[in-house]
């Protein structure tokens, strides 16, 4: 998304996405006016609020949620849609980096994300057209080499949901040429990722939280006895305040800003292609996503058109053309689609950690955060907002272990840290061009 349509900068409304415009009805919630005292404050109903606050409440406690726009206005309602396990790093970067007690810790718990959207699903009779199902697709044998080393390391963990496909078994899944291979994650899936956060926050509100939209934190007080966050007409004081704007944060906390950097993805929706040919785009109607470092990432949405995302602009803003950039990824893939028409095309931002490895910890002993999932926030999103949700709670064991890893600035520091990410994005994307 562009800067003018950052929500501090007064833009409030969705962006026009398909989903936005495909949306659930939800209704329109007033922002703060006046002062207040909360148990828990939440700042952000995205993935990350939305499932600390809703994790909480069933706990009992009285949580409130602070939005500087709308529910899901960002990352989560623009995203691909797509449940992927894991993280950004793999669990062999983790092991190397960080030792392989924490590599089986992370094992324990990557597919623990899509776990709890369909409880939340199930449980709370969320309507956001869930299918299971994702493929990893290999451009070359380098490709398939990594995704059968991914296979075995997994399966070395007790994970074996897991299967290699040849390039005729992944004709069968995805009718596209261009793939040598790929590798199918059947816990995988995908839903509508703006309708899964209206109805988490619905069941937020079911069990008694509360959401302010449009409602900017304008300043944050850590240091005080009990945190306190100045808003635009009001202020709350809490005993204990969770950051979770993620990518959208800003510079409203110094201590975070340098910790990540906010870049940005594309997606653009067909028309509608019919059920006989999207079935034939994609038989299985799984989601799909290619082993490149700068990947495409496409399914079919419910009423089938082609949801295709994909490209990186490090540092957060817009291409001047996002169907420009999109369409010829997307007719390389499926030449079939060449001269469809194009309805939808938007962009949003995530926020990248150098590690790519997503953080959690405290400022002070009473301000909590999670952000830098790095790509992977749909699932990572979910699982962080349980393990600060049973923090808060008492029970500090796996919060403890992700605040104990080491986080790494992005070399250069704020200034030169996107001329450097996109130095290292050239590299790798000629590997991938090169095969190796």
Request: net charge neutral.
């Amino acid at each position: 998304m562009e800067r003018r349509d950052h929500a501090g900068n007064g833009v409030t409304a969705h962006t026009t996405s398909y989903y936005a415009a495909s949306t659930n009805p939800s209704p329109e919630r007033p922002p703060l006016n006046g002062d207040i005292t909360i148990d828990i404050l939440i700042v952000g109903a995205g993935y990350s609020g939305l499932s600390t606050g809703l994790h909480l409440v069933e706990r009992g406690y009285k949580v409130a949620i602070i939005e500087a726009a709308q529910v899901g206005w960002g990352a989560s309602g623009r995203n691909g849609g797509q449940i992927v396990n894991g993280l950004n790093a793999s669990l062999q970067t983790i092991g190397k980096r960080y030792g392989a007690d924490t590599a089986n810790f992370v094992a324990g718990l990557v597919q623990e994300g899509g776990e709890i959207i369909r409880e939340r699903i199930r449980t709370y009779a969320i309507e956001c057209d869930l299918k299971d199902g994702n493929i990893i697709t290999a451009y070359t044998g380098a490709h398939m080499r990594e995704l059968e080393d991914r296979l075995q390391l997994w399966a070395g963990y007790g994970i074996n949901n897991q299967e290699m496909l040849d390039r005729e078994q992944l004709r069968a899944q995805v009718n596209s040429n261009v793939y040598a291979g790929g590798l199918i994650d059947r816990s995988g899936g995908h839903m509508h990722p703006l309708n899964l956060a209206l109805g988490e926050a619905a069941a937020f509100e079911k069990l008694g939280g509360v959401i302010y939209e449009h409602t900017p934190a304008i300043h944050v007080d850590t240091k005080a006895a009990k945190p306190v966050v100045r808003t635009r007409d009001g202020s709350i004081i809490c005993n204990t305040l969770v950051l979770c704007g993620n990518a959208y944060l800003g510079h409203l906390v110094p201590a975070l800003t340098s910790r990540v950097m906010p870049v940005s993805t594309q997606v653009m929706a067909t028309e509608p292609l019919g059920e006989e040919r999207a079935q034939d785009l994609i038989p299985t109607d799984v989601c799909v996503e290619d082993a490149r470092y700068i990947l495409d990432y496409y399914r079919l949405s419910a009423d089938k058109r082609m949801l295709f995302g994909g490209g990186v602009v490090y540092g957060g803003t817009d291409p001047r053309n996002i169907k420009a950039k999109l369409l010829p990824n997307m007719n390389k893939v499926f030449p079939q689609l060449k001269g469809v028409k194009i309805d939808f095309a938007w962009s949003g931002n995530f926020a990248l950690s150098f590690s790519r490895v997503p953080q959690m910890g405290r400022i002070g002993n009473n301000t909590y955060f999670a952000h830098g999932y790095s790509g992977h926030g749909v699932t990572g999103s979910h699982t962080f907002g349980r393990i600060l949700a049973e923090a808060i709670n008492g029970d500090r064991s796996r919060f403890d272990v992700f605040e104990k890893v080491p986080w790494i600035p992005f070399p250069g520091g704020r200034m030169f840290r996107v001329p450097y990410s996109m130095a290292g994005s050239w590299w790798y994307a000629l590997r991938d061009r090169l095969g190796i």
